[in-house]
């Protein structure tokens, strides 16, 4: 058996130790604990009961399809734009490549109530829409851009550094074996691309299903139309609700805890096809 | 060269010029729509009345109550997150024991937790109805809708991103040059701060730059915990969710345009590491 620790001359061992320790058991372990000790306190029966709802099955059914959507957009959307990044050069590409990160640094907040403001049928976009007979803010078309907003960064920035690293040898072989394009890009690049991606893609629908401050304000919030589970989180929390917050809680670390082993196991699977991310 | 032919062969490793320019053009008309539409969209609202009335908005008694506020919960869990995030990539790349896996997965888990989750974590931790929480209360210490908690929230959405970035510099340095300043008689701390800091000083920078703007802008989670009570616990983000949702547009976008501008200034700082020390930041993009 190997040993729990291997002795090593570097010093810091306790103290760095205890650092990560305490502070990841105050910040992030106590409170996921004292929710998950919430749940048992409350009970599976009263959990279920609370969930067991149709606006609550609908709005977790709302969040996780639209997520998958926006992350699907996104994926083929992130995978073209980190091509065009690593591979073309035209003037601006250096203000794209840094705006790509723009959905990281502005706060959720802010790009809700700007998407808003373009997108409802006061707005330059959503007046277009309703010309054209259909309204985007405040259905879930709405919230469907919103998510795409907040996710278009993921898959991007995991795939960009991937293309750096490709052999440009590998596609003049593909073209002297008599390969055209877009055979080479379909049977030999798509495929190095594709566990990168999938991280990208997974990252991004784990980001779009807890999505919260820029979905509630394009969102229109209507009850078994437009509103998402995180949101029946607070509703649940200015009711004093605190079993029925758990209860959705829960359920939703739970999709969360099954994205993030997805993730890992894309990440195991690919190391084991290609050796790296 | 009379001999060529008037021929330009295009390199078999790329697509066609026409294909190229088609591609480009389609996805800067996606991120004109969905980015950078938006951006403009928040500096028009908020110039929409001139540019007295957004900075009258700004001198606000809430306005600046809320931007002191902001400003103090980043000073607070910005540091204690870099402070945590250089002692877990220390731990988890100078040594080696069973477990670091699972560690850094737990160290990851806030990424993968809804904001809206972890503010509710708060609540049922610290809430004044609980066993901690009710015992803090009464020694006049209130957590959840006050400063420590909003502080707690933010900490907690931003816990990964200073350990993020240093770990993969600090696995491609490697352990020998400490190990050598070591054995040539250093301190611990004077390996830290000669040898390692150094080393890895432009990834902690970036580490706390988006560490920053997170903490600066999170809503979610802070909204849960805080209470929005005005000029108290209101944050930069409750305080443009409260104008807006009082019609009071100007004020709402022109604070959201301080914040905008502060993304600005991060993706700017951002791509500057970028291209000036490229080397030094290990091709890590995952935020």
Redesign the interface.
Known sequence: MRPILHRSPIPGLGLSAGITITMLSLVVLLPIGALLLKGASVGFGTLWTEINTARIWTSLWLSFRLSFYAAVFNLVFGVTLAWVLARYSFPGRRIIDAAVDLPFALPTAVAGIALTALYAPNGAFGALAKEMGFKIAYTPLGIFIALVFVGLPFVTRTVQPVIDEIDREVEEASATLGANRLHTLRHVILPMLAPAALTGFALSLARAVGEYGSVIFIAGNLPMKTEIAPLLIVIKLEEFNYAGATAIGIAMLVISFLMLLLINAVQVWSRRRIGYV | MSDTPNIRFRP?????ALV?GL??S???A??A???????I??FY?ALSKGWFAAVASLADKESLAAIRLTLTVALVSVP?NA??GV??A??IT?????GKAF?I??????????????G??????FGA??VVGGWLVDAGYPIVFALPGII?AS??VT?PFVARELIPVMIEQG?AE??AA?TLGA??WR??FTVTLPNIRWALLYGVL?CN??A?????AV??VSGKIRGQTAT???T??ML?NEYLSVA??TL?GV??L???V???L??FLEIRHADALA?T???
């Open positions: 078999v490793t790329t697509e066609p190229q591609v480009i389609g996805v800067i996606v991120l729509v969905l980015l950078f539409a938006p951006l969209a928040v609202e204690l402070v945590f002692a877990a220390w731990l100078k040594y080696d024991f069973r560690l997965t737990l160290i990851d888990l806030p990424f993968s937790v809804s904001p809206v989750v972890a509710l974590c708060i609540v049922l931790t109805n609980t707690l900490m907690f816990f352990r400490e190990e070591l301190s611990g390996v830290f988006l703007a997170r600066m802008g999170e809503f979610g909204a849960v930069m983000p409750i443009i969710e807006y709402a976008f959201a914040l905008a502060l993304a600005f991060t993706l700017g951002k791509t091709a993009r995952r935020h």
